[in-house]
């Protein structure tokens, strides 16, 4: 228990010479907290992948993962990250020399940027300051200027800073276009009710390791028809993420290559988990403790970064001026045990992102608040104790009336 | 997710009309949290008890409870529950007819005396109010009004009613005696300092799922030479419990009847975990978070029941008036989710008790008391939220100076 796990994960803290116990709580956007039912249900006997046991569990995951985007297109499974998703998207459905119109709001949007740059496109860069979210008019104004877009690639929540795009209004934009909306959903589905068809979005991307509450490992991607259809005209070189020959296998409930068979397993048990739960009370559940985390960190006077439109799937908050965010992310991962997700690029050291998608709780957001002001305080930073808990409090008390 | 696992536990909450998912926390003194690294040792695959390979186990399970009790006698290891250990401590050191002084402070208390008069012995009850812990002027006298004691049974922790007894000072009192001190150690060795040699505890016991943090099944036992003695003079039937043929078996890296081998696989992984924080590191934590409650819990205007001699294992506070103790324990259980202990007999639907004995940290606390404040408000009694939370962390801050 001293020193560190099996997985370098350290499971004690040094408190002057001595060392004593802890736990571990991971509260970062993702890998997110795995449920001991999913654990239990990958740690089972691996089973082989061209047999009809496996094909009948993958075909229920098939119809749960419809379900879960609202759509009547397949919905394939990709062993892959997320990233393998988005460029799963760029090279089915775009040969070189297109434009793609991306909105560029923070760290993912940046990767839709440069996939596309990779594989030839033409990149016109809607850049949008980070801690804000894209405004329909601007890709409004930007599809007209130039009739030539042939899609706008966007994320549905920005995890590196925390802000929720306005998918439904931009997904109106393209629909009576052949502009296509093609959408990385990896910190959205699951979190926020986004119909893939209502909506009439073309492309919805997402990853095992966020709301899904898997090990990462899995990617899942639907196309629409408009979308399926463009595919056909598409000249790029693809294997591993040929959607097509995905498409032809997995409707034989199979997949063109060694799927992540455990991955897949624990997947059927976490689908079973959300429907039993209801994807209704999933969102709504997923609001108010994001609605807690907010009223916690502004409690304790720290900024949001997204204060417009925040994420449901995690809140970034300023760290005060005079503590070091690095180092105040670090003492609570490596003392307090907790891990939360500190800022990247022009953010470094700046923000402390708190996680509230998956499997998470209304203790888990008293954790994440309560070890905040602890190391707010130990920082420097003069903080009331109990105070940014109480407004969470507040806020979470509706769970139980 | 909704409804009931396997084991019965409901995994959501019921909102009005909907369900959302929840999480279990068990803060009750026993069974206590078990941690992942145990848990997976004991998922291993069963081996033998009659081979090298779990005699090898066994050994090194022996040798790290000797240091647990800091004792050079063995410390036998039986497949029962720690009410097996304290049968064993009767039928192996009295003949029917013997006296035996019982310190009755609670529930515990009075099973020493029910198993005391089942085996003919003649028991003489030391009653003391429910709440306070015996003073050890009161047992002296006892011992000089009657010399025919033949022993004192006591609990190191009277669990029912989280008072500590002061054995160490109560050992004085029988050292130069032919009478014993048997303490009842189910929920004290490993959450305080009790070294049986050092202190002339003749027999110390405890149980598995307390401060040694596994599942129940195993029990602990160890005699001093002068118990072993007296010992052999006893006339008593037993059979399952008969500790010189336990003696003689464990002596030999084996038991008497089959052991419980996962268990005892699982105790050698939660051993290496102590020593490696380190016995007085692990009394230090259990003091810090007993404190912790005991401050957040008065912060909430909560009256304590031990007032005067507070155990490190669990605090007992009483509910407010007006509030009824078994429904808000329901309550927080079934839709808090999180488990504590209520009041048994003239406490019951009274006091609520938290624990702090085993796999237990900061943020467990946090929970315990941010919770209770929750359901406090809840059931009508005016609470301010996050005041219980601030005297905790003001406390538990300390941990990560």
């Known amino acids: 228990m001293a020193g560190e796990d099996s997985a370098g994960r350290e499971k004690a803290i040094k408190i002057g010479d001595r060392i004593e116990m802890k736990k571990q709580y991971l509260i970062s956007p993702g890998p997110t907290p795995v449920p001991e039912e999913a654990l239990l249900e990958m740690a089972k006997a691996i089973m082989h992948h061209r047999t009809p046991q496996f094909s009948s569990i993958f075909a229920e995951c098939s119809a749960g993962l419809q379900e879960l985007y609202k759509t009547s297109q397949p919905v394939l499974m990709l062993a892959s990250s997320g990233t393998g998703a988005m460029e799963a998207s760029i090279v089915n459905l775009f040969s070189p020399g297109e434009t793609v119109l991306v909105v560029n709001a923070g760290k993912f949007g940046e990767r839709w940027g440069k996939i596309s740059e990779t594989f030839g496109l033409k ?22 200027r130039n009739p030539k ?47 893939m068809d209502g909506w009439g979005i073309d492309v919805l991307l997402t990853g095992s390791q966020k709301a899904l509450m898997l090990p990462p490992g899995l990617a899942f991607i639907a196309l629409s028809e408009k979308a399926w259809k463009k595919s056909k005209t598409v000249k790029q070189p693809k294997f591993y993420f040929d959607l097509a ?58 900024a949001p970064l997204a204060p417009d439109s925040p994420a449901n799937s995690a809140t970034g908050v300023f760290v005060p001026k005079g503590v070091d965010g690095g180092k105040l992310v670090k003492d609570l991962r490596d003392n ?39 190391a707010l305080a130990k920082h420097g930073h003069p903080v009331r104790m109990g105070e940014g808990v109480a407004a969470a409090q507040a806020v979470l008390n509706a769970r139980y009336i």
Chains 1, 2 share one sequence.
């Open 149 to 195: 877009i042939a899609a706008v690639l966007v994320q549905g929540s920005e995890t590196s800073t925390t802000v929720a795009h306005p998918i439904m209004e931009l997904a109106k934009l393209t629909h009576d276009k052949d502009t296509l909306i093609i959408v990385d959903g990896i910190t959205s589905v699951g979190v926020v009710d986004m119909p």
């Open 336 to 374: 307090y045990g907790v891990t939360f997700a500190g800022g990247q690029d022009d953010l470094k050291g700046k923000i402390i992102r708190i996680a509230h998608l998956g499997y998470f709780d209304t203790f888990d957001m008293i954790t994440a608040i309560s070890s905040i002001e602890m």
């Open 123 to 144: 990149v016109e860069w809607l850049n949008v300051p980070w801690g804000q979210a894209v405004s329909p008019s601007a890709v409004a104004e930007a599809l007209n």
């Open 245 to 302: 020959r995905e498409l032809k296998n997995q409707k034989e409930k199979t997949t063109a290559y060694t799927p992540a068979v455990s991955l897949i397993c624990g997947l059927r048990k976490i689908l079973e988990m959300l429907f039993a739960e209801g994807l209704e009370n999933t969102y709504k559940r997923h609001d108010i403790l994001a609605r807690s985390v907010r009223a916690g960190t502004a409690a304790l006077g720290l």
